[in-house]
């Protein structure tokens, strides 16, 4: 099996989002698990903009992180650091999802690309909080 067939059946059969935005925050790349795991097809994601899985209370400290991002060419999110954030599908439901990132530099050295590879943790997330909701109740 050579390199490009292998990186085709991972992109196809990635069950986990990936999502790939330009400099700008637009989609220009959306796995069929990233569809399973926001609820929008491919064709209604590609050019838009992130904002359509960001719930809007994030967005202004999203696009300022991204920005610098971009900007600096420096992310705190590389090395394969997970972060937890909320998010919002196309129903309108929210989910906590894990994501890390790879940046696509172009010829200059400049990111030109983020690769958001993305997992619904909501359930974890919502047990979590149980658990410590009931420890704190246990422990008063």
């Known amino acids: 099996m050579n390199h490009d067939e292998v990186a085709r059946k991972l992109l196809e ?3 986990d989002a990936l999502v790939i935005s330009d400099r700008a ?5 959306w796995n069929a ?3 399973r795991v926001f609820g929008f097809t491919e064709s209604e994601a590609l050019g838009c903009s992130l904002d359509i899985i960001t719930p809007e209370r994030f ?8 920005e610098r991002t971009m900007r ?3 992310t705190q999110y590389g090395a394969g650091d997970l972060l937890s954030v909320p998010a919002i599908r196309k129903d309108g439901r929210a989910i906590s999802v894990q994501f890390s990132i790879t940046p ?3 010829d200059k050295g400049e ?3 983020l690769a958001a590879v993305m997992r619904d943790v909501t359930l974890d997330f919502e047990e ?6 009931a420890l704190r109740e246990a422990t008063s």
Not at 25 to 29: D, P, V
Not at 59 to 66: I, L, P, Q, T
Not at 128 to 133: F, G, N, P, S, W
Request: proline share 3%; aromatic share 12%.
């Open 33 to 35: 698990g990233a569809e």
């Open 72 to 74: 600096t060419g420096r």
């Open 104 to 106: 696509f530099r172009d």
């Open 59 to 66: 967005r202004e400290r999203h696009w300022s992180g991204y």
């Open 111 to 113: 990111i030109s690309a």
């Open 128 to 133: 979590r909080k149980q658990l410590r909701k």
């Open 13 to 15: 059969g990635l069950p």
């Open 25 to 29: 925050g637009k989609i220009t790349f």
